[in-house]
């Protein structure tokens, strides 16, 4: 099975997802990533890994009523809640792969992938993909998390749930937080054949209303959850109870705040 079919989300997580980790550690990206990408102008946009829509709505509000969202992912359920949320017939939700995208050459004036170049199998063959599909002239605009220890909130609840598996943290558990490396990302980029490239830290803070919810999107509604839920229902809670009491310890409660940090990185295909 390949890395990212493993990673696939259900409708009930998928939920989930949106609600407890959109708003908490997604949003304050998603608008950054949305103003880029309308600054350029672009009308008829790309988004690769798009989820359940948090930068889609962003890109959706702010664009002209003959623009176009292509939204895509290799997650149904993820993809059926940003539907539900998003009726809007200028966004177009597709099921797609990264490394082989449906489309022409020269089809957008701009791709978006926000968060997600980290999970693909073949991330070289997804970027060539991204530049094979860009109109000459149109941009690309991904970001990638930081080191984790600079994400206060998942760091602390990724070092408690290793807590509870003494043979070490769960499969894939680093994998959102394996591409920070600036000088790769801009030979990435060249090989790829973007030109232009800017790369940025970007420095944020995430809001959870509670400590409570926001251990429930670090536990429940996350790559690693397909895991934890094998372990059987009293340990998952057992896992979720001391994921609350380390967050709220350690970074408050009602509201609690977290540190965040991730690379944002642009680029144009020649003319």
Request: aromatic share 10%; proline share 6%.
């Amino acid at each position: 099975m390949e890395e990212a079919e493993k990673l696939l989300f259900d409708a009930e997580v998928a939920q989930r997802y949106d609600t407890f980790m959109g708003p908490f550690v997604f949003e304050p990206f998603a608008v950054d990533m949305a103003q880029r990408v309308l600054k350029s102008g672009a009308e008829n946009i790309l988004e690769i890994a798009c989820g359940t829509g948090r930068v889609t709505r962003h890109l959706a509000a702010g664009l002209p009523a003959q623009g176009r969202i292509t939204a895509t992912d290799i997650s149904e359920p993820m993809l059926q809640v940003g539907r539900n949320a998003l009726p809007d017939a200028r966004i177009s939700w597709l099921v797609a792969r990264a490394e082989a995208l449906p489309f022409a050459d020269d089809s957008f004036d701009a791709v978006v992938c926000q968060f997600g170049l980290m999970f693909f199998e073949d991330r070289k063959t997804a970027l060539h993909e991204m530049w094979r599909v860009l109109k000459p002239g149109g941009i690309l605009c991904f970001n990638t998390w930081n080191r984790r220890d600079y994400c206060k909130a998942i760091d602390i609840s990724r070092n408690t749930i290793a807590t509870f598996f003494p043979g070490g943290e769960p499969e894939n558990s680093n994998l959102p937080f394996s591409m920070y490396d600036p000088e790769a990302f801009q030979e990435w980029m060249q090989q790829a054949g973007f030109e232009n490239t800017e790369i940025q830290l970007l420095e944020k803070t995430g809001v959870s209303p509670t400590a409570r919810d926001a251990a429930t999107g670090m536990v429940t509604a996350n790559h690693l959850y397909h895991f934890i839920r094998k372990q059987g229902k009293e340990m998952e809670l057992r896992i979720l109870d001391a994921v609350t009491a380390e967050l709220s310890l350690k970074l408050g409660d009602a509201p609690l705040q977290s540190p965040l940090s991730a690379w944002v990185v642009s680029g144009y295909k020649p003319n």
